[in-house]
């Protein structure tokens, strides 16, 4: 089964499919070295694709969530790095464009700026979220923030940080701040230190942020501490679908992988059971995807239904990925064990499925004290 496709999803595809070649030519060695897809960013850049979510009068491809998300399950099947570093490039542009069609401030001209001059927006918020790592302190015409940014995918490219502080507020007591940093700033440094088991060329290190200058244009949001209010259950309505639909191309490219290995056993009862529980995990998940993307529409109110809604769906691709990835080994036999097998780059970066928040065992809790009439939390 494969991603519903609209008449703006298949021209985006096309174009995928054009740099295909370039992007998983060199996801191995990036992997190898855990150092960032810089090729595969280039080609992105130069195919527009950066911009899809842009709307149209603005320059950009008027992309909708699920154009986006269809973009990105495509683009994880040639390299999950690839995948996933641009993937929090285009839930940023996306919240951004739903930023703009609600006339608020500054989001006109970041969206131009991707268009133009083709900006990268490195989001943090799987590192703060309602908890962020650092804090703001009033200053005259702004604040000064510190702080170190985990996560940081795409740093190495970056223009500007969308991304959160905690602040005192001496009337509203405890609060987060919702700001866009330049990543050119003096007291910023970009550090190099992303060394994991999967997801390798996403460039995801620290940002160390060294009192800097934040001026209040620049403030994108104030919001209570530690609760997810209803901008924030925008962005995971936004950015959910988006970033689940990377684990569920790379669970495909693993499949693909291990039934192209298989074909001398293609009569095995057992190859076949397990060819047919992948196909099956993985046709679920499209099915929660698209059941998701659906609920959520196009341009998203806040709703926590429409969140639980991307959640859910988050907890079964990611799941069905880490399942479908397990047996693609099994499938493909040894060789799949070996490093620069697509299968086993496949397995490694399916795990990074689960620490986006919220995680699968914290989506069942809330899910479940919304169902038993508990008030919810993270």
């Avoid at 970009?190 to 995801?204: A, C, E, F, H, K």
């Avoid at 970033?243 to 095995?268: E, F, N």
């Avoid at 076949?272 to 196909?279: E, K, P």
């Amino acid at each position: 089964m494969t991603p519903t496709t609209t008449s703006t999803t298949r021209p985006l595809l096309e174009r995928v499919a054009r740099i295909s070649s370039t992007v998983a030519e060199t996801a191995a060695l990036h992997d190898r070295d855990a150092t960032f897809v810089d090729e595969a960013f280039a080609a992105l850049r130069a195919e527009g694709l950066l911009a899809a979510a842009v709307p149209a009068e603005l320059g950009g491809d008027g992309a909708t969530i699920r154009d986006v998300a269809a973009m990105q399950q495509e683009l994880g099947r040639y390299c999950g790095s690839t995948a996933l570093a641009s993937a929090m490039h285009q839930h940023v542009t996306a919240f951004t464009s739903w930023r703009y069609r609600r006339g608020m401030p500054g989001a006109e001209p970041t969206l131009r700026r991707v268009v133009n001059d083709g900006i990268v927006l490195v989001s943090t918020g799987g590192g703060d979220f309602t908890h962020p790592r650092g804090n703001a302190t009033k200053a005259e015409g702004g604040y000064r923030v510190s702080g170190t940014k985990l996560f940081a995918s795409q740093g190495p490219v970056g223009t500007a940080m969308s991304t959160m502080f905690t602040y005192d507020d001496p009337k509203q007591d405890r609060r987060v701040l919702n700001m866009s940093v330049p990543l050119a700033d003096d007291g910023i440094e970009v550090i190099g230190n992303w060394d994991t088991l999967g997801m390798r060329g996403t460039g995801s290190g620290d940002i160390v942020v060294d009192d800097v200058f934040v001026p209040d244009e620049r403030v994108l949001a104030n919001r209570p501490y530690g609760v997810i209010d209803g901008p924030l259950q925008v962005i995971l309505s936004i950015s959910m679908p988006i970033i689940s639909a990377v684990y569920l191309g790379i669970a495909r490219s693993a499949m693909d992988a291990a039934i192209s290995a298989s074909a001398t056993k293609a009569h095995d009862p057992i190859v076949q059971r397990q060819v047919g529980v992948m196909q099956h995990r993985i046709r679920v998940a499209q099915w929660a995807l698209d059941g998701a993307l659906d609920a959520i529409g196009d341009d998203p109110d806040p709703s926590e239904e429409a969140m639980m809604a991307a959640l859910t769906a988050k907890r079964e691709v990611v799941s069905a990925a880490s399942e479908v990835c397990d047996l693609a080994i099994d499938v493909a036999g040894g060789a799949a064990f070996h490093k620069g097998s697509i299968i086993e780059r496949a397995y490694r970066d399916v795990r990074a499925g689960a620490f986006h928040p919220l995680t699968p065992e914290q989506t069942l809790r809330r899910s479940g004290q919304s169902a038993l009439g508990i008030p919810t939390d993270v």
